[in-house]
C-alpha cells in the first residue's frame, strides 16, 4: 500500500455555524481517525470586499459561451473558493479531501482511506448533489454508466463513466501532484468554469501542460447533499432565472409599449395624410 497522508477541508460561509456543526457531529461519529478535515471559509459573493475579488479573478463572459447561460456570482465564488483551497494544499498532503458543509456521510465514509491507498486515479469523485440516496441519481448512472470492469472494495465500485456530467462537488479526492497544474493554470488566465466541471478542467491541462488527469467515480457514494438543507447556490440561480425573466418581460413590455406608440404615429400620420388630401 502507497503511503498516503490525508487533509480533509470542509468549505463553508463564515456565517453558517449550524451547518458546520451538523458537519463535525457526523464527522465525529465515524471511525475515520485518518482523515482530519478542517474548515475552510469559502468566497461570500454577498460580500462587497468578495464581489470585488471575483469580478478580478472570474471572466464571467468566457463561462457565459461555455454554458449558454449566465453563470450567477455565487458559482463563481464557489469555484474561486475551491481554487483557494487547492492553493494553500499544495504543499501539504498526498491526497486533498474536500467537501461541503451540507454533506451528508455514508457510515462507511472510512472505506475511503482504503480506497485512495490502492487506487491511481488523480480525481476520485465519491460524493454526488441531489442525489436521493447514496446509490446516486438513477437517470445518471443509467445515462453514464461505469466501465466494464470496476475497480472492487467489498460494494463498492471505482472506475471511469462513459460520458461525463457534473455531481457537484459535495465530496472528492484530488491528488496533489495535480493542484500545481490547476494553479499554473489559473495563474495564465482567469477562472471561467464551474467548480464542479472537471472535464474543462482536465482539458485545459491536458492543452497547456501535455498531462491527462484521470477521474474515477465511486459507487455507491460515500457522501451526498443533504437535501434537507437549503442550497445557497441553488438559491441564487432561482433568484437570477426569475430576474433574467422579469428582465425579458421588461424588455417585451418596453417594446410592446413602443409598437403602440408607433402604431398610434403612423396613424395620425394616416389621418392629417387623409385630411391634407381633401382640403386640396
Request: aromatic share 14%.
Amino acid at each position: 500500500m502507497k503511503n498516503i497522508q490525508y487533509k480533509g477541508f470542509v468549505l463553508s460561509l463564515q456565517k453558517d455555524e449550524l451547518r458546520r456543526k451538523n458537519f463535525y457531529q457526523q464527522v465525529s461519529s465515524l471511525d475515520s481517525n485518518h482523515i482530519q478535515f478542517e474548515t475552510f471559509y469559502a468566497i461570500d459573493a454577498k460580500k462587497d470586499e468578495d464581489k470585488a475579488y471575483i469580478d478580478e479573478h472570474f471572466d464571467f463572459a468566457k463561462a457565459k459561451k461555455l454554458y449558454g447561460r449566465d453563470v450567477s456570482y455565487g458559482e463563481a465564488a464557489c469555484s474561486l473558493s475551491h481554487i483557494k483551497i487547492y492553493e494553500q494544499a499544495l504543499s501539504q498532503q498526498s491526497y486533498l479531501i474536500v467537501c461541503e458543509d451540507d454533506a451528508k456521510f455514508n457510515k462507511d465514509f472510512p472505506k475511503l482511506e482504503r480506497i485512495l491507498k490502492q487506487s491511481d486515479f488523480d480525481i476520485i469523485i465519491f460524493g454526488e448533489s441531489k442525489a436521493p440516496s447514496f446509490k446516486g441519481s438513477r437517470k445518471y448512472r443509467l445515462a453514464y454508466p461505469l466501465q466494464f470492469k470496476p475497480y472492487r472494495f467489498g460494494n463498492y465500485k471505482l472506475g471511469c463513466i462513459y460520458g461525463f456530467y457534473t455531481p457537484g462537488t459535495v465530496g472528492y479526492a484530488i491528488n496533489v501532484n495535480v493542484l500545481k497544474y490547476i494553479i499554473q493554470l489559473v495563474q495564465k488566465t482567469k477562472v471561467y468554469w464551474l467548480a464542479d466541471d472537471f472535464q474543462e478542467i482536465i482539458n485545459q491541462v491536458n492543452d497547456e501542460y501535455n498531462y491527462k488527469i484521470s477521474i474515477a467515480h465511486l459507487f455507491p457514494r460515500l457522501v451526498i447533499e443533504d437535501l434537507s438543507i437549503q442550497s445557497h447556490l441553488e438559491t441564487e440561480r432561482v433568484q437570477l432565472q426569475k430576474q433574467i425573466a422579469n428582465n425579458n418581460l421588461s424588455l417585451f413590455a418596453y417594446l410592446k409599449h413602443n409598437i403602440s406608440l408607433l402604431k398610434a404615429y403612423l396613424k395620425k400620420r394616416h389621418i392629417a395624410y387623409n385630411d391634407a388630401r381633401k382640403t386640396k
